[in-house]
């Protein structure tokens, strides 16, 4: 079983950053994929950016440019820099990890943090 704590979320203006942690334990497969999903309300939730344990990332068009996924293998965690946000990134985020190359919604996942952009 994983754990995935995440941490980092709040409230901006728009134009403002914030940086995403989030920290898995437990039994962790060697190759995997962590990233992160954003659900609005009365919406789907998405696929924001993620990054694999061979360090490939994929990021949604709508935050390519201003998002930027890494993680450090070491401590198992993921971090999402994300920058020039606008009010239409207000999201409850989670981290997500799963198995394999591909990161997909079958894995383990956070809580959830709030990120609320102010315009």
């Known amino acids: 079983q994983v754990q995935l704590v995440e941490s980092g979320g709040g409230l901006v203006q728009a134009g403002g950053s914030l940086r995403l942690s989030c920290a898995a334990s437990?039994?962790?497969?060697?190759?995997?994929?962590m990233g992160w999903y954003r659900q609005a309300p009365g919406k789907q939730r998405e696929l924001v950016a993620a990054?694999?344990?061979?360090?490939?990332?994929n990021y949604a068009d709508s935050v390519k440019g201003r998002f930027s996924i890494a993680r450090d293998k070491a401590k198992n965690s993921v971090y999402l820099q994300m920058n020039s946000l606008k009010p239409e990134d207000t999201a409850v985020y989670y981290c997500?990890?799963?198995?394999?190359?591909?990161?997909?919604?079958?894995?383990?996942w956070g809580q959830g943090t709030q990120v609320t952009v102010s315009s």
């Open positions: 997500t990890l799963s198995r394999g190359w591909v990161i997909n919604q079958s894995g383990s």
């Open positions: 437990g039994s962790i497969f060697s190759i995997n994929a």
């Open positions: 990054i694999n344990s061979g360090g490939s990332t």
